[in-house]
């Protein structure tokens, strides 16, 4: 066992040096990449990753994986077994691929961005359609080829995205979220307190956010030796290796919020990279985070701490140093304003309580599709209705619509983990209460022990184990939305005076 665990791990550094070369690849890609450059740079990026992909998929690799397994129980090293147990899991998901299936499946999520990218800047799904399609198509192929496999072709996707979370968790889940966000923004619309939001649209040049967004990513313990800040379409964090993090956001001059709070959201994804235990990287078992769980995270940063009335005061005379032109911004109403609850279209953009909302959609459109409710012709048409039925807006095209996100460019499955990660952290946030006291140590600046809390209690295990294990090893208490919402409540309370 000795022996072939050696030779595994021989082959692990070969596969880590690829995924590094790729990351590098895809980064470029999606931030800085000229516009006539995208079909060679996916040619380039799919040659790669099919190589790859004869690495992982040939002969030795999968007998090595296949023999290993077989004596998994007896490795005293939990993380060579959990090693093991992941490799093993995904070759059962792509073993009965060829090299040429593959390709074509590559080809097809990069084909299916750059339709994206296109349709979104004419705001016309119709461009996005066909490689939607195509793509949709080709998962589902690749879902067939499996031996284990769910009946529900949705709760392959939710599987993969966060294991052991499917369909009957969610719509109990989802359910009861839904109902309570509803009754909250009841109580918030019957509230007579005005808040002041018309500082929230006023112009800000680029290179004033870009400044104070490095600021805010130190502050919060983002590590500047270990990792860039870019511009992209739609923003996302990318861990290319162990020292090599990097955070990626969009500007708007006109809407300085959008970037404070991506930067804090991105920020915590990189954080949690950064901070994640070495031995974790030595056993190649870094990656084994499930969406949720990372979510929770950088979600807790984005929300719990960053709209808290703690970190407000902490970064507030920053702020005014230097935006000298909200000097007219009172702290309590700069506070109120980043935490105005109001139905919006855009779900990067949206308040903590209206946020969960959109989400809703998402998991609900994913699931029509998958379960054949609707076609695809009619995604448009049918997330339209529901943004009329759940917020209450009118989408003026698909740009704000259908095509505001990128995650369908890379299949379905990964929205319900914005919703999972709030209530996550929602759960641990209480057990970190109790044992550190977290508002006086944000108000005085002190994000190292936040850090410190993370690296020791959520950071630690998380590779090891599942969500709904992760989380019981955490704090004893297993998934519910109620923590999330008596949360919402008592903060939206004292803000709308109810």
């Known amino acids: 066992m000795n022996e072939k665990l050696k030779r595994l791990k021989e082959i692990m550094l070969i596969v880590k040096k690829y995924r590094h070369a790729l990351g590098l690849l895809n980064f470029d890609f999606e931030t800085i990449a000229p516009v006539k450059s995208q079909d060679e740079e996916a040619d380039v990026i799919n040659f790669f990753a099919n190589e790859l992909f004869k690495i992982t998929n040939g002969d030795e690799m999968k007998s090595l994986i296949e023999d290993l397994y077989r004596e998994k129980d007896e490795m005293i090293d939990l993380r060579d077994r959990s090693l093991i147990e992941k490799l093993h899991e995904n070759l059962e998901k792509t073993k009965k691929f060829t090299p040429e299936f593959d390709f074509k499946l590559n080809q097809a999520y990069s084909d299916a961005y750059s339709s ?19 793509l949709l198509n080709l998962q589902e192929q690749a879902i067939a080829l499996r031996e284990n496999k769910f009946e529900s072709l949705y709760d392959n996707y939710l599987n993969d995205c966060e294991k052991g979370v499917l369909q009957a968790d969610l719509d109990r889940f989802f359910d009861e979220l839904k109902q309570g966000l509803i009754a909250l923004i009841g109580k918030i619309n019957a509230s007579d307190h005005k808040i002041r939001t018309d500082f929230l649209t006023r112009f800000v040049p680029v290179y004033k956010q870009e400044e104070f967004s490095k600021y ?13 800040l870019a511009t992209t379409e739609h923003p996302f964090t990318s861990d290319i290796a162990e020292n090599d993090a990097r955070v990626t956001t969009h500007y708007y001059e006109n809407s300085f919020v959008s970037n404070l709070f991506t930067i804090i959201h991105e920020g915590g994804h990189a954080i949690f990279m950064q901070n994640e235990p070495k031995e974790d990287h030595e056993h190649f078992i870094n990656d084994y985070v499930t969406n949720g769980m990372h979510e929770s995270v950088s979600r807790f940063y984005e929300n719990v701490i960053g709209r808290s009335q703690a970190y407000i005061h902490l970064i507030y005379p920053k702020f005014i140093e230097n935006f000298p032109e909200f000097a007219d911004v009172s702290e309590r109403e700069f506070y109120e304003g980043v935490n ?3 139905p919006s279209l855009i779900r ?16 609900e459109m994913e699931k029509a599709i998958c379960n054949k409710q609707i076609t695809l012709d009619e ?3 049918k997330w339209n209705e529901l943004y009329k039925k759940y917020l209450g807006v009118s989408v003026p095209d698909d740009a704000k ?3 505001q996100d990128v995650h369908w460019s890379g ?29 006086e140590l944000v108000r005085k600046g002190d994000l190292e022990s936040i850090k410190e809390w993370l690296k020791q209690n ?41």
Request: net charge neutral; glycine share 8%.
């Open 116 to 134: 994206w990218l296109k349709a979104k800047g004419k705001a016309d799904y119709s461009l996005f359609k066909g490689d939607f399609e195509k």
């Open 216 to 228: 805010l990513l130190t502050l919060n313990g983002y590590d500047f030796s270990k990792g860039a």
């Open 340 to 342: 105005v609850v109001k």
């Open 348 to 363: 990067t953009e949206a308040d903590e309580v209206t946020y969960g909302l959109h989400v809703v959609i998402r998991y």
């Open 379 to 381: 995604v448009p048409q």
């Open 401 to 403: 619509g259908v095509l």
């Open 411 to 439: 299949g379905f499955g990964y929205f319900p983990s914005y919703a999972l990660g709030n209530c996550y952290n929602a759960i641990y946030y209480k057990k970190m209460q109790k044992e550190i006291p977290v508002d």
């Open 458 to 498: 959520v950071f630690a295990k998380a590779n090891l184990l599942t969500p709904k294990e992760w989380l019981f090893d955490i704090c004893g208490e297993d998934l519910s939305p109620k923590p999330f919402l008596d949360y919402l409540n008592a903060k939206y309370a004292d803000i709308y005076k109810f």
